[in-house]
């Protein structure tokens, strides 16, 4: 696993405050390739590549965990698997100019309040609830006990809802294991459990999707 440096980020004058806000939701949203502190967004993580950048060398192939929906099996999936084909959350913000805004145009706190509408209420893909899953992400802690974490969402990049603003909801796991997992604040985790289309709203942010997670195991293997 490779080690995930922090990001420096530059100090940000007043005109500038209103733009770097939003490019950081639409970095999030996957509304364009903005970025927080001026550098590329993270890519979403995958099943071949749960830490986002540059992808490891091609593993040799592995059987199938088993088909969707069946008991008892996992299917390992990918984060794109959870978001509907025909969603486009870009649609309402195309041609604008976030740069022309600052951080005392009223327009721009409008601008922000639409786009984490469109980010919270992103619509989940309905093939997928009922659906036995392991899929790879990094650790939001919501609620622990005795030292272990017993609530977390997960979160398909580094930094996501704690550094950055949240996903969108579809890109987002409230994850409730059946036994304490003892994990810290982004740490790199594969979930296992049955995927369920069920909208949750945290302090932390909005998720569409609920797992109840038989297993949450450490990452091993993928990018180096």
Known sequence: MST????????????????????????GAGLAAAAWAAEPAPKDTTATNPLGGKAAAPAAAKPALGPPGQPGQARQITWEELVPKDW????????MDLSALDDGDPRANELLMKMQE????????????GVEVKIPGFIVPLEEAKGEVTEFLLVPYFGACIHTPP????????VVPQKGAKFRAMDTVWVTGKLQTLRNDS??????????????????GGAK
Request: no cysteine; proline share 9%.
């Open 4 to 27: 995930v440096h922090a990001r420096s980020q530059a100090p940000a004058s007043n005109s500038s405050k209103a733009f770097t806000r939003l490019s950081m939701l639409i970095a």
């Open 88 to 95: 486009d959350p870009a649609k309402e913000f195309k041609g």
């Open 118 to 129: 469109v980010s919270n209420n992103a619509p989940t893909n309905p093939t997928m609830n």
């Open 167 to 174: 996903p969108p909801a579809n890109q987002i796991l409230h």
């Open 203 to 220: 302090m932390m942010g909005v998720s569409g999707y609920h797992v109840s997670a038989a297993n949450v195991t450490k990452y091993t």
